[in-house]
């Protein structure tokens, strides 16, 4: 096994008797350097507690009571302001939008606005002449 270009085919010998025969170390000695390495390894610290916040409490309170969970929360959400809206702004033409009015035999009211048809041409000019 020696290289025919080495400059100490002696050296080259011992290198490889060398990693032939690998000698294993005494089974005290592994339990020694496992035992100094066990007392040198830091016990790392259970992590801490995490207590959830107030609003996330208050939010899983809820969510548990209504059916569906969150999406549920949504939905009911949706509709009350929904109502609210509904309730705020009117809707007092609903039934004329429905045409329940018209079925009843109510006429809608239309109202005579005048002649617009030359304040229509003035605005749809270009520079108002």
């Known amino acids: 096994m020696t290289d025919p270009t080495s400059l100490d085919p002696m050296l080259d010998d011992m290198f490889a008797a060398a990693r032939t025969a690998r000698p294993e170390p005494d089974a005290a000695l592994m339990a020694r350097?496992?035992?100094?390495?066990?007392?040198?390894?830091?016990?790392?610290?259970?992590?801490?507690?995490?207590?959830?916040?107030?609003?996330s409490r208050i939010r899983d309170v809820i969510a548990d009571q209504v059916?569906?969970?969150?999406?549920?929360?949504?939905?009911l959400t949706?509709?009350?302001?929904?109502?609210?809206?509904i309730g705020y702004a009117g809707l007092g033409d609903l039934p004329l939008m429905?045409?329940?009015e018209l079925l009843a035999g109510q006429?809608?009211?239309?109202y005579d606005v005048g002649d617009i048809g030359d304040d229509v041409s003035y605005l749809l000019t270009e520079d108002g002449a």
């Open 98 to 100: 429905a045409g329940t």
């Open 67 to 75: 059916p569906g969970g969150m999406p549920g929360i949504a939905s």
């Open 107 to 110: 006429s809608v009211r239309t």
């Open 33 to 55: 350097i496992l035992g100094d390495a066990a007392e040198l390894t830091p016990i790392p610290a259970p992590p801490p507690v995490l207590r959830p916040s107030l609003w």
């Open 78 to 85: 949706t509709c009350a302001l929904g109502g609210i809206l």
